[in-house]
Every structure is written in C-alpha cells, then in structure tokens.
T-cell receptor
Framework: NAGVTQTPKFQVLKTGQSMTLQCAQD?????MSWYRQDPGMGLRLIHY???????DQGEVPNGYNVSRSTTEDFPLRLLSAAPSQTSVYFC?????????????FGQGTRLTVV | DAKTTQPTSMDCAEGRAANLPCNHS???????VYWYRQIHSQGPQYIIH???NNETNEMASLIITEDRKSSTLILPHATLRDTAVYYC????????????FGPGTRLSVLP
C-alpha cells in the first residue's frame, strides 16, 4: 500500500514548456485534489475531483488543467509554464463515502520555471 | 471556510505538553475543526478533527470551546520529531478535502 505517489519529485522547466505532474493513489479514494505551496505560505487549492470523470476548480486554477479518467490517477497539466508557477505541488486523496475524514497527501513535486 | 488565526510561532521543551491555540470565531455550525502538520517540506499529515466534542487519538487531543469559537491542539509529550508547522482549518463537511490553509504555527520543540 503506497498511499499517494507523486512523480516527478523535482522538475525544472523553461518558460512556455508544458508538462504533466502525475498523482496516483492505491486506496480506492473517490476524492482527489491538487494544491500548490509557495515559499512561506500555506497550501492553495488548484483543482479537485469527486470521482472519475468529475473535476472542478479550486482557488487558483488558471494555467492548469486536470482530468480524472480513473479512480487511481489525477494528473495535473501545466499548459504553458510561467515563472509564477514555480512552487511545490501536493496531491491529496480521501474517501468519498464518509464525512469529515482524513486526507492523505503525497510528498510533493518541486517545480522551478526559469 | 471560516477564517482561522494562529500564533506565528511557538516553542516547547521536549517532553512537555505543547498547547497550540486556534481562533475561529466565525465558524459555522457545519464546519469541522481539522489539524494538520507539515514537517520540513513534506506533504501535510493529518492529526485530528472534531465538530463539537473534545477528541483524542494516538497523536493528540483536540479541545473545542463550548461556543466553538476557539480550539487547542495538545501534544501531550512533545518530541523533537514534533517540530513542524501546524495548521488549524475550519471547513464544512467536504469529505476531508478542499481546505483553506493559512500560514499555520511553527512549533519548535527544544531539547
């Protein structure tokens, strides 16, 4: 049972490049979400999904796309990377059939856009 | 989510209880109080949550005032490994997701 796995752990992109941050969970969780954390700040919600085929925007969705074709995977796509997207990205998952439950977070992807 | 206010930083001696306060004076009736912590730059780790009653688990205790306007997270015997940023979050029943994280409290456990 690996929990929430994020790949890659580190990435450097040039401005304008695109890439996909991967997130996978093996706990059969319905809910998954993406956050970003800038230096010295708390986490901010980018996108979330309440189940396969269903996604919605969070607080800071601009510049990011998501899809949820399976329960296990929730990739985050950067369409055209900008220096303002330099951040640490965290994926989280939780059960969708119980209330007020614990969310499990991945170890993060540290992205630098130059 | 209701706004929460926490001290920027706190120190605690190793082996002593760490009491981390949180103010959530605008909390609504359907909002739970969650606590998470983040050690170094790892992913946040769930600690505990509650609605009205005090709660205890193997990691910590959560004391919520009767008017629910504030709460305290208690780590009964702090160790050096408890040094982390602690986040208090007031959030509706969102199945543990879609939180608003503030800057949190940086707890330093001192030997």
């Amino acid at each position: 049972n690996a929990g929430v796995t994020q790949t890659p752990k580190f990435q450097v992109l040039k401005t304008g490049q695109s890439m996909t941050l991967q997130c996978a969970q093996d706990m059969n969780h319905e809910y998954m979400s993406w956050y970003r954390q800038d230096p010295g700040m708390g986490l901010r919600l980018i996108h979330y999904s309440v189940g396969a085929g269903i996604t919605d925007q969070g607080e800071v969705p601009n510049g990011y796309n998501v899809s949820r074709s399976t329960t296990e995977d929730f990739p985050l796509r950067l369409l055209s990377a900008a220096p303002s997207q330099t951040s640490v990205y965290f994926c989280a998952s939780s059960y969708g059939d119980r209330v007020a439950t614990e969310a499990f977070f991945g170890q993060g992807t540290r992205l630098t856009v130059v | 989510d209701a706004k929460t206010t926490q001290p920027t930083s706190m120190d605690c001696a190793e082996g002593r209880a760490a009491n981390l306060p949180c103010n959530h004076s605008t909390i609504s009736g359907n909002e739970y109080v969650y606590w998470y912590r983040q050690i170094h730059s790892q992913g946040p780790q769930y600690i505990i949550h509650g609605l009205k009653n005090n709660e205890t688990n193997e990691m910590a205790s959560l004391i919520i005032t009767e008017d629910r306007k504030s709460s305290t997270l208690i780590l009964p015997h702090a160790t050096l490994r408890d040094t982390a940023v602690y986040y208090c979050i007031a959030s509706p029943d969102n199945y543990g997701q879609n939180f608003v994280f503030g800057p949190g409290t940086r707890l330093s456990v001192l030997p």
